[in-house]
C-alpha cells in the first residue's frame, strides 16, 4: 500500500472503488467500503469471547491530540516502574466481564 501512496485509512478513503478493484483485486471492494465505516457483515454476538481488557487513555494521545507525524518514533507517556496499584485498579475494571465469562462455562 505504501507504494501506492497509501499509508493511513484516509489516503485509502480518497480513493476511488476502481482504483482500489485495480490494485487490490476482491479485496479492493472491502478495503474501499471499510475505508468509508461501512461493513454489512452480520454481527455475531454468539462468540465465544477471546479476550477482555481495560485501558485508561492519557490526555497526550486522545482523539483530540495533534497527530504524530507519520514514520516518527512513538513517544513513551513514561518510564517509571510497574504501578501495581493502576494494575490493580484496570483489574477490577476487567473482573466483571470475566465472572461472566466463567458463569457461562
Known sequence: MNALGIFTGKDMRNQ????????????????YWISR???ERP????RIRKSVGAENISPAISPNSTRRPRNS???FLSRRPFDF???KRLAERVQPALRAIENLS
Do not use: H, I, S
Open 16 to 31: 476511488t472503488l476502481e482504483f482500489m478493484n485495480a490494485n487490490f483485486g476482491k479485496a479492493g471492494a472491502y478495503y
Open 37 to 39: 465505516g461501512v461493513d
Open 43 to 46: 454481527v455475531r454476538a454468539n
Open 73 to 75: 518514533r512513538p513517544q
Open 85 to 87: 496499584k493502576r494494575f
